[in-house]
Structure formats: C-alpha cells, structure tokens
C-alpha cells in the first residue's frame, strides 16, 4: 500500500469516530434577577418627577393664565379659547393646525414658520403623542399651550436634530380648521 492511502484510511477512520458521537445542546444561560428593569423604572421615576418640578415652576411663573393638568400627564392653557359650543376633532378628521416649539425656558427650537401649516388625518398618523392627544381638546380657531413632558413629547431619542434626549417641551398650536374625512372628498 501507498503511503497516502493509509493516511487516507486514518483519516477516514477519525472522521466516522467523530460522527458517530452525538453533541449534547447547551442550555442556555439566563439569569433573572430584574435589577435592569427596576434600575430602569427608577431612574424614570427620577426624570418624571424632575421633569414635572420645571413645568411645575414654568407654571408658577406665568400668574397670567390659568393651567389645567390633562388626565394623560401633561398640561395645558388657553391663548384664546372659544366659548361656543362648538365640537372636537375626533378620530378619522382632517386637522389644519400650525404649531411653534420651545424648551422649558421659552426658547424658540421651531418656530411657526419652520413648522408650516400642518395637516394630520388624527389618530392615524404618527405625531408627537402629547399633540395627538392635545389637538382633539381643541375647538375649530383656538390656540392652546401645552407643557408635555419628555415623555409625551420626542422621548429618549429627541428628534435628532434640534431636540435633545428627554427635553420637555412647550407647544403653542393653533387648529385652524378641521373637517371630518367625508367632508374633505
């Protein structure tokens, strides 16, 4: 026989032995213990609650004007209320509405004209979640400000670009106009 048929034959012989071992799984390595999440939700806690002293303080501050606290976490004044009784934006209507943005120190981080005048089909479009909830509080001409949390507004991730991460915000909008999604066709 030739030298390389019986390294042939060796090899063979190695490969059959490693295949005929069958390989137990590895479990898997879990540790439970939770400290993350709660470490999470208290470090929340903390934002939320440093977050709710500055608004607490803006409205403080601004005697002028009276601010009602929404059942969603945020809060609000009227700039110029509409006493009729008119009805709300509801689900499936088409909202016209312009809007400015400010840090808690009323500074201008959009303004009006960088904003533009928007529209949005409401509750089926994706905008900032305390407007989504804010504009259906609202009559046909008025114009609201709203304190939202950073929650409620652009969140840990900040708009990547002018907004930061958690920065609460002041909205100032006014709905111009809406209509229900028949009535627009």
């Known amino acids: 026989m030739k030298p390389y048929s019986y390294l042939l034959i060796a090899s063979m012989a190695l490969l059959s032995a490693s295949c005929s071992k069958q390989q137990q799984a590895r479990q898997p390595v879990s540790h439970k213990s939770g400290t993350f999440i709660k470490e999470s939700i208290e470090r929340n806690k903390i934002l939320v609650a440093s977050e709710e002293n500055l608004i607490d303080s803006v ?4 005697t002028l004007k009276q601010y009602v606290a929404s059942s969603k976490g945020y809060w609000y ?28 120190e009323s500074n201008v981080i959009y303004s009006k004209v960088e904003t533009k005048p928007q529209v949005y089909y ?3 479009e994706n905008i900032m979640t305390g407007l989504r909830d804010g504009i259906k509080l609202m009559k046909k001409g008025e114009t609201v400000t709203f304190l ?8 840990y991730h900040g708009d990547n670009k002018k907004i930061s991460t958690n920065e609460p915000l002041i909205c100032t909008v006014t709905l111009n106009d809406f209509k229900t999604d028949t009535q627009a066709k």
């Not at 009227?78 to 509801?90: N, Q, T, V």
């Not at 499936?92 to 808690?104: A, C, P, Q, S, T």
């Not at 939202?148 to 969140?155: Q, R």
């Open 77 to 104: 004044k009227y700039d110029h209320k509409i006493d009729e009784a008119l009805s709300f934006p509801k689900r499936g209507d088409i909202v016209y509405y312009e809007y400015e943005i400010k840090d808690l």
């Open 59 to 62: 409205i403080k501050n601004d």
């Open 148 to 155: 939202f949390p950073s929650h409620m507004a652009y969140g």
């Open 122 to 124: 409401v509750d089926k």
